[in-house]
Each structure stands twice: as C-alpha cells, then as structure tokens.
C-alpha cells in the first residue's frame, strides 16, 4: 500500500496527481506543517527536515519529490509516467527530474529574493537561462520530455504554475500558459487538485472546530 504524507496547498499537492494519475490506491495522512513549531515532532521519523511530501511504500519511506517520481515510475512502471531503465528517453527524464529540484527551485527562489547570482559559487544555474532552457524545451515539445508525459511534468508544471501564477517570477508567456493548460487539462491531474480541495477545506473545518 502506498501512503502520502500530505499538507494541503504544498509541494505534497502535485503528489495527489501524481497519484490520481498512476492509478494505484493509496492512502494520504495529513501533517499539519502550518501549526506553530511547525509538524509534530514525531513525524521527524518520516521525514528528517519534518516537511511534505513523503511516500512509504511497503514499509520504505521515501523523501525529496524528484525521488519520489523516479520511485513512483520505476515501481508502477506499467502507468507509462516515466521511461524504464533501457528505454531512449531514460536519459533525459533523470537529468528534468534532478533538474527540477537543483536548478528550478534554488533559481526560482534566487531571483524572488534579488539575490545577485555569482556563477563560480552558485550549483544552480542563473534565473534568465532557466526560463530560457524552459522557454526552448516547451517550444519544441508538448512536454520537457517532447510527444511524452512523464512524472517530469508533474514537477516542472508545479514550479512553472507557481513561478507564474503565485511568486510572478516568471512571465505569463503563451508558452508558459499553454503548457500548463496542456498539462491541467488531464483527468488525473485535475483529481489531484481536487482532491487537495477536499483537504483543504477540512482543514479549515476542523480549525475552526478547535477555535469555537
Ligand atoms: N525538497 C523538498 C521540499 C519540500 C518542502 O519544501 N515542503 C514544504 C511544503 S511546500 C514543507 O513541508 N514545509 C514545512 C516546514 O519546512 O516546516 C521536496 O522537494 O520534496
């Protein structure tokens, strides 16, 4: 059985459509990451930094949302979300995977926070050629993989929607906005947002429960 340890409106949201999109029953245990101090410090056996998402699977916990991609795909791989080992495209679905979480967030965050980028101390690469590698990739293809979904896209829509549309650190560009339709317009991605709706909205409930 698999269980996602999910707050709602988190990194952990695009996990519910990961999830929806893959097709396997799962369970979702919601940590309240928002109360002060932060998640119950016993969750710290799940995850290190006490933060969403984490996935068990039969007993293994697995932390960081690139990783959880590749395990997800690699351990479901008749769902078709990420090319197999051997496969052409094997390749190029790790280095977006990575990609997403070394480059994107750092450099997305970077440029929110004006920080001056200094190539020769900085891993990440610089903001500008970030959008510009984005840009490019999503001109050239339906997906950053080209004809192929892939659990890639479930990440790099997730940073790409929220560089546009929250932190507006990047452009509302047509290409931006059309791939993020592209990939919203599916059933099981939009299941997933539904279903952290649902969550929510009982969160909420359940708050104002303990405030009366
Ligand atoms: N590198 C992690 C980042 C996860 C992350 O930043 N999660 C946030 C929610 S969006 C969190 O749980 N924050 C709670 C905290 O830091 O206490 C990943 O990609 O999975």
Same mark, same amino acid.
């Given at each position: 059985m698999l269980k996602l340890y999910h707050a709602p409106h988190s990194r952990s949201s695009r996990f519910l459509s990961l999830l929806e999109e893959l097709g396997e029953p799962y369970e979702v245990e919601i940590v309240d990451i928002r109360r002060p101090g932060g &998640?119950?410090?016993?969750y710290r056996a799940i995850h290190p930094h006490k933060k969403v998402p984490a996935l068990v699977h039969d007993g293994i916990v697995v932390t960081e949302s690139a990783a959880i991609c590749l395990y997800l795909t690699d351990a479901f791989? &008749? &769902?078709?979300?990420g090319p197999q080992i051997g496969e052409r495209l094997r390749g190029s679905y790790l280095s977006w995977l990575a990609y997403a979480a070394g480059v994107i967030e750092p450099a997305m965050f970077a440029r929110s926070m004006h920080w001056e980028y200094e190539p020769l101390r900085a891993a990440f690469g610089k903001s500008e050629d970030v959008e510009q590698y984005l840009t490019d990739t999503l001109e050239d293809g339906d997906y950053v993989l080209g004809d192929e979904f892939s659990a890639a896209d479930v990440l790099i829509a997730s940073s790409i929607m929220y560089g546009v549309?929250? &932190?507006?650190?990047l452009p509302e560009s047509e290409v931006f906005s059309a791939y993020l339709d592209r990939i919203f317009a599916r059933p099981g991605i939009q299941r997933g947002f539904e279903k952290d709706q649902e969550f929510a909205a009982a969160a909420q409930a359940e708050q104002g429960q303990d405030a009366e």
């Open positions: &998640a119950h410090e016993s791989p &008749a &769902a078709g979300l549309r929250i &932190a507006k650190v």
